[in-house]
């Protein structure tokens, strides 16, 4: 009887204060949370976990050594998913990289990544600036992953000791010496013999998931493999 008083309640409430779809504002129906389901099955996701030598990893090849490397969904300009990840960075919606990352999660735990891990870092944020967002859109993500994949996400471990410029409009260079001596690893006895997956929530150049991976390599972690909301092509 309780819980049937808590529905009529919640659809109650709804009829007032309807919710909506980040990626295309319609109404979302009973049981949808954050992304409707018409939209999740729309996004341009990558695929990539299924091909070891994708695009995301065959950027990344070379410059730092990963065990995997992969992203959710393909980024492009005045798109959907550009539109859910300015929701998520500026508009104050924690909830979406929490989702996201609880369905990414999902996929991945299904193809046995869960295996391949044991710890998920988020690119860290400034202190400054996580402050006046309120909480770090990267880790966000990773609480989603953390979920479904049942390994701890961790946002102490690697911090950024630098406020850097935005990456916006840099280029590729100029990325990576904003961000080539901006982190630092709080608390590297938490990284031995472990498998690390470093998260984002855009990789462009690659130059800010470099420098990370380098770091906690340098730390003494077993490994390290990528994973992102979205990946963009338009920062080579």
Same mark, same amino acid.
């Given at each position: ?46 695929? &990539?976990?299924?091909?070891? =030598? ?10 730092? *050594?990963? /065990?995997?490397? @992969? ?63 309120? &909480?770090?859109?990267?880790? =966000? ?10 390994? *701890?996400? /961790?946002?102490? @471990? ?79």
């Amino acid at each position: 009887m309780k819980f049937f008083a808590t529905e009529i309640f919640t659809d109650f409430i709804s009829l007032f204060y309807p919710q909506y779809c980040f990626a295309c504002d319609q109404g979302l129906a009973k049981g949808e949370e954050t992304v409707c389901s018409a939209c999740m099955l729309e996004l341009p996701r990558t695929h &990539y976990h299924t091909d070891p =030598e994708n695009a995301l990893m065959n950027r990344l090849q070379g410059r730092v *050594p990963l /065990q995997f490397a @992969v992203a959710f969904f393909l980024f492009r300009k005045r798109g959907k998913v550009q539109r859910l990840l300015h929701q998520l960075k500026y508009n104050n919606h924690p909830e979406i990289g929490d989702t996201l990352g609880q369905v990414y999660g999902e996929e991945l735990r299904q193809h046995y990544f869960d295996q391949k891990i044991d710890l998920i870092i988020p690119v860290p944020l400034h202190a400054s600036r996580k402050r006046k967002r309120g &909480y770090n859109q990267s880790a =966000e993500f990773g609480k989603g992953l953390s979920k479904s994949l049942n390994k *701890p996400c /961790q946002e102490d @471990v690697l911090v950024r000791i630098t406020k850097t410029e935005t990456q916006t409009k840099k280029t590729k260079l100029r990325r990576w010496q904003n961000v080539s001596e901006v982190f630092h690893v709080a608390k590297p006895d938490q990284l031995h013999h472990q498998n690390v997956l470093l998260i984002d929530d855009v990789i462009t150049t690659g130059a800010t998931i470099e420098a990370c991976a380098q770091m906690l390599l340098e730390a003494g972690c077993k490994s390290v493999s990528i994973a992102s909301i979205a990946y963009t092509d338009e920062g080579k």
